[in-house]
């Protein structure tokens, strides 16, 4: 296993616990867990450094700070814009669904042909 990446994504929970040598009825023992966590270390991701470079990391104040949150309400509104928008469509498209609806159907009740029932009680089945 060390040579080569280890893809958990696409293996089966047999080919897991072989290539870690693992029971399914009793996991691991204590001594292993530690034995593993010096060879893997810890289960966490790595902490990064201040991510905004504003005043945190220089020490001033600049064009440069203003722009991130800027940029961030302009995706905001122009999202807003777009859900609003299609919204609209989604509504004139069903109103166009409903004007296409027919009214009534030929529709098979009892052994006989009823013409012209309203399509409002129309059920699933013939």
């Known amino acids: 296993m060390e040579g080569r990446p280890f893809p958990a994504w696409s293996w089966s929970v047999e080919q897991c616990l072989k290539e870690y040598n693992v029971k399914l009825d009793k996991g691991l023992s204590s001594y292993e867990v530690e034995k593993r966590r010096e060879r893997y270390g810890w289960n966490e991701l790595a902490k990064e450094k201040a991510y905004l470079h504003g005043s945190e990391s220089r020490g001033e104040s ?21 859900g609003v928008w299609q919204e ?26 009823v013409p012209d ?8 089945g013939i």
């Open 62 to 82: 600049g064009f440069e700070d203003y722009v991130e949150p800027f940029v961030i309400v302009l995706i905001l509104v122009l999202n807003a814009i777009v």
């Open 88 to 113: 609209s469509n989604a509504e004139r498209a069903l109103e166009a669904l409903k004007e296409m609806q027919c009214e009534s159907a030929k529709v098979l009740r009892d052994e006989y042909w």
């Open 117 to 124: 029932l309203p399509a409002r009680e129309l059920v699933p």
